[in-house]
């Protein structure tokens, strides 16, 4: 994506709609969803939505990649028993959705497997369906994990909050 497209998305493309595509009620519903999901595998679910990326950052080239990796590493994924953290990223300016998964989970997911979730995700909200589009990207990876790190009874979750970030 351009530079210059990416500064106009940054600064003017429907970033101040963030509590009204995300508000306080579907956050909860995530978590609430998020929490279930735990109890049937043995991963750590988060969501962490941000509105757009300082100018400045921009500029200095991070991308929505990178800015997720960095959300990943300051909230901290990575830190879990079994490195079972995922992180499912959305810039909301950019319209780019990532997933981050740690090491212990990496082995098992195939890439192709996380950015078909993007791709759903992403879709949904192309329809102006903010809340099937987040739920869907929840349901999806908690069933990815169901599948390649089911439960073995000792996994109880709640190593990491269940309730998604607004940055």
């Given at each position: ?23 306080a ?5 995530v ?6 999901g735990?109890q ?21 080239g ?33 319209h ?10 990496a ?19 192309a329809r ?5 589009g987040l ?22 979750g709640?190593e ?5 970030i607004?940055?």
């Open positions: 994506m351009a530079l210059t497209m990416r500064l106009l998305q940054n600064a003017f493309d429907g970033w101040f709609q963030l509590s009204k595509r995300f508000p009620p579907l956050l909860d519903e978590a609430k969803l998020v929490g279930q735990e049937t595998h043995d991963g750590e679910v988060r969501v962490a939505i941000e509105a757009r990326l300082p100018l400045s950052a921009v500029l200095s991070v991308t929505a990649n990178r800015r997720a990796h960095e959300v990943f590493a300051h909230l901290r994924v990575w830190d879990t028993e079994h490195n079972s953290g995922v992180l499912l990223y959305v810039l909301l300016a950019e780019r959705i990532e997933i981050v998964a740690d090491r212990g989970i082995r098992r997911v195939a890439t192709d497997e996380w950015k078909s979730i993007c791709e759903q995700m992403r879709e949904g909200f102006d369906d903010w809340r099937g739920l869907r990207g929840v349901e999806q990876a908690n069933a990815l994990l169901r599948q390649h790190f089911p439960s073995d009874g000792s996994h109880r709640g990491l909050a269940d309730q998604p607004i940055l």
